[in-house]
């Protein structure tokens, strides 16, 4: 086991809460940077990409290196607009802990919301940091009430605001009468230090440390520090936190090599460059590692680590590092390298729910235009680019209208390519609406040899894709049937009404290779095939994304919000009363609630709150909702099909 000591921590937050600022303060207080930059003027040092400087939001996740009181810090600085929650869903996976910020004027958002249940679904210990003292309308203890009230019974603030709403706020420790309530707290947590505590004998402070330590740890307690990061405020005493309460990664660096991958960026210089999280083990420069994910050997030709604002060869990562991989040309988001039972599962914070199309200015830039979206698409899978080249056609999925304003950005300033957006479409999905069979031969032309029959049944809401096997191994060598399952996802991206097909069980229920003939893509072939022959018999029922929402506001407005709710096809609890406004819990689909969130803040003057998360697809009829033709060639267009799985057609790759 190695001596060292780190932390891996991420800064999570709503939009415009101040992770950046809080990050820049921190890195100079650490002697990183000499001086702090500044979101609004371009020069804060993880907003890094051109974008991120031109616009003053963040787009990318940036890891930061440095070292405070002996303590290896990895921070990662996430984006906190939801349209990037992609970012800040990867780099959960690969977090010790988590610093949460709130403003002590908006408090706690709707983005919030999502972040915390995230962070409790790791269970990633969290210190929350409540910034902007220094704002008028500050108040800090209304926060934390809060967040008794809505995350955490036992949240402890351990310094309290000066001057709280005036610009030269500042903070001071709690004072002997607040400290015995968070002593009382933190012994609450332990039966030992309770029996003390009770016997009336106090608690030392190594104890009351060690105390409050394992109960951050066993998120038993919620430590919150309040500051103006702007100005330096309370930043000291986050970075003491991180290292007296969070967690030491671990650092066995004997044990077999273990890794996830949680980005992949494109370097003009080194090329393509894979972010990883090492759990345990080494990779070194010029090694081999096994991608579990992709059942391939993958060579790492050099290793990098980033320290503030660039990346330093080294020779070796080692456990409890993260760092980034030259090579590698296949690796993908969330491969695990090397043995997976250290690597945490993914958490999914939501999924893009809409989708555009990429027109390029100039039509000669059609394949330039659909290239460079390849590369953004591998830098984040949920773009999930498709490109059909007989109609012309380059889409992806996004989270927002936010979003398709940076791809234009950076599609003008990064590829050198003028592209607009069409307006988003919601993204519908499909699902059997009964049992059936569907099978396909292919055995011509020759050599080919692939007899499939599956089972088709529908499936619980939210269960996805899943697969299994009557036929033995006799018949269909494992292989295959490996093959078989692999490309599933590909074969369901469209089903019969044109959008991807979702919640159901595909059983294979007979088929036979053969010994010459077989090939592994014989067995995707006829698979594209059988399904959507079998997706024909069984029909299928058209999924709409719904939103849960919450809407806050004055009494006065509750009768035409509710109103509102009922004519977008949504349904809603009774409303509560809350000093004297109104509070309303409900469902409403997305197609029917774009943009709503104008709406309400129109119709109240700013007086009324919305905050939505993604809830899941449900049923809705099909005049409701839209159904699509098929694009690119058809698998129950055999023959063309055929011959476009064997290259005589040529269609794109994405197609």
């Not at 999924?351 to 000669?364: C, K």
């Not at 003057?605 to 449900?618: C, E, K, T, V």
Request: include cysteine.
């Amino acid at each position: 086991m190695s001596n060292r000591r780190i932390r891996n921590i991420g800064i999570v937050a709503h939009v415009d809460a101040g992770k950046t600022t809080l990050t820049e303060q921190m890195l100079y207080l650490a002697g990183s940077i000499r001086q702090t930059g500044n979101v609004d003027k371009g020069t804060s040092l993880s907003d890094a990409m051109d974008v991120e400087r031109r616009r003053g939001i963040s787009v990318r996740a940036t890891s930061l290196s440095f070292t405070w009181r002996d303590v290896q810090i990895n921070l990662i600085d996430t984006p906190g607009h939801v349209d990037f929650s992609a970012e800040v869903e990867r780099s959960l996976r690969v977090l010790d802990g988590a610093i949460l910020i709130l403003s002590a004027v908006e408090g706690v958002q709707s983005h919030t919301e999502t972040l915390w249940r995230a962070l409790e679904a790791r269970g990633i210990p969290v210190l929350c940091f409540i910034n902007k003292i220094d704002r008028a309308g500050a108040d800090a203890m209304s926060v934390v009430g809060t967040l008794r009230n809505e995350f955490a019974p036992e949240t402890v603030l351990l310094n309290r605001p000066v001057d709280e709403g005036q610009g030269d706020a500042t903070v001071r420790p709690v004072d002997s009468g607040e400290l015995e309530h968070v002593t009382e707290v933190v012994a609450a947590t332990d039966d030992v230090l309770l029996e003390r505590y009770l016997e009336g004998n106090g608690l030392e402070n190594e104890d009351f440390r060690n105390g409050l330590t394992r109960a951050v740890d066993d998120r038993g307690i919620l430590p919150a520090l309040c500051g103006a990061a702007k100005n330096g405020i309370g930043t000291e005493a986050v970075l003491d936190g991180l290292v007296d309460w969070f967690p030491d990664a671990r650092t066995d660096g004997d044990a077999p090599a273990s890794a996830v991958v949680f980005r992949v960026d494109h370097d003009s210089r080194h090329g393509r460059i894979v972010g990883v999280r090492l759990y345990q083990g080494r990779i070194r420069a010029r090694s081999v590692v096994r991608n579990e994910t992709g059942d391939r050997d993958e060579k790492v030709s050099q290793v990098k680590k980033s320290y503030v604002n660039r990346l330093e060869d080294v020779p070796e990562l080692e456990a409890g590092d993260i760092g980034f991989l030259c090579g590698m040309p296949e690796a993908r988001i969330g491969d695990v390298l090397g043995d997976p039972t250290p690597v945490p599962a993914t958490h999914t914070l939501s999924e893009p729910l809409l989708s555009v199309q990429a027109i390029p200015d100039n039509e000669a830039d059609h394949t330039k235009l659909a290239e460079a979206l390849s590369v953004l698409s591998s830098e984040d899978p949920h773009l999930d680019f498709a490109w059909v080249d007989e109609e012309r056609e380059l889409t992806v999925r996004i989270m927002g209208t936010v979003q398709s304003e940076i791809l234009t950005d950076v599609l003008g300033h990064r590829f050198g390519i003028e592209a607009t957006f069409t307006e988003p479409t919601v993204i519908y999905k499909e699902t059997p609406s009964s049992t059936g069979f569907g099978e396909d031969r292919y055995t011509m032309p020759k050599p080919c040899w692939a007899i499939v029959k599956y089972r088709i049944r529908p499936g619980e809401r939210g269960s996805g894709i899943t697969f299994d096997s009557e036929v033995g191994v006799n018949d269909v060598k494992i292989r295959y049937q490996h093959e078989i399952e692999r490309c599933l996802p590909r074969a369901l991206k469209q089903g019969v009404k044109g959008w991807e097909v979702t919640d159901l069980a595909i059983t294979l229920v007979s088929g036979s290779d053969h010994v010459q003939h077989s090939r592994p893509g014989n067995f995707a072939l006829a698979t594209h095939i059988a399904l959507l022959k079998g997706l024909t018999e069984t029909g299928t029922t058209l999924l709409e994304p719904i939103l849960a929402f919450r809407i806050a506001g004055p009494d006065e407005f509750v009768g035409k919000v509710t109103s509102d709710i009922a004519r977008m096809r949504g349904s809603f609890d009774p409303p509560e009363s809350v000093k004297g406004g109104f509070v309303l819990h409900g469902r409403v689909p997305l197609a029917t609630s774009l943009d709503y969130a104008i709406t309400l803040s129109s119709m109240t003057a700013g007086r009324a709150s919305l905050s939505i998360r993604f809830d899941g697809y449900d049923p809705v009829d099909e005049e409701l909702g839209v159904i699509r033709p098929y694009r690119g060639i058809c698998p129950l267009d055999r023959s063309k099909y055929i011959l476009k799985m064997r290259g005589a057609i040529t269609e794109s790759p994405t197609g």
